[in-house]
């Protein structure tokens, strides 16, 4: 079974960054697309940023033009550099490899971001 591992979380102030991270206990994230989610209290876990095989972004409408994603498939991870945070980004962030069905493994602990006004 793959785990997946989110860090570089943390409290920020608005218009600030952070960069996630987020690697896999196999080497995944070469075979498919990968994407990051977010969660924040109370509300469904929602699909921020994926990135295709071949290299090409997609965001959210919320998170377009602050946020990119990124692969190192040499050390099986996946990044997520957050500019211009804002307090709505407040959320425990999650990376995950998808197909046609959906996110393919099980949930990692996820990362607290905190985004303060």
């Known amino acids: 079974q793959v785990q997946l591992v989110e860090s570089g979380g943390g409290l920020v102030q608005a218009g600030g960054s952070l960069r996630l991270s987020c690697t896999a206990s196999?080497?995944?994230?070469?075979?498919?697309?990968v994407a990051w989610y977010r969660q924040a209290p109370g509300k469904p876990r929602e699909l921020v940023a994926r990135l295709s095989l071949g290299g090409t972004p997609t965001y959210s409408d919320s998170v377009k033009g602050r946020f990119t994603i990124s692969r190192d498939n040499t050390k099986n991870t996946v990044y997520l550099q957050m500019n211009s945070l804002k307090p709505e980004d407040t959320a425990v962030y999650y990376c995950?490899?998808?197909?046609?069905?959906?996110?393919?493994?099980?949930w990692g602990q996820g990362t607290q971001v905190t985004v303060s006004s």
């Open positions: 995950n490899q998808i197909n046609g069905l959906g996110p393919m493994y099980d």
């Open positions: 196999r080497s995944i994230f070469s075979r498919n697309i």
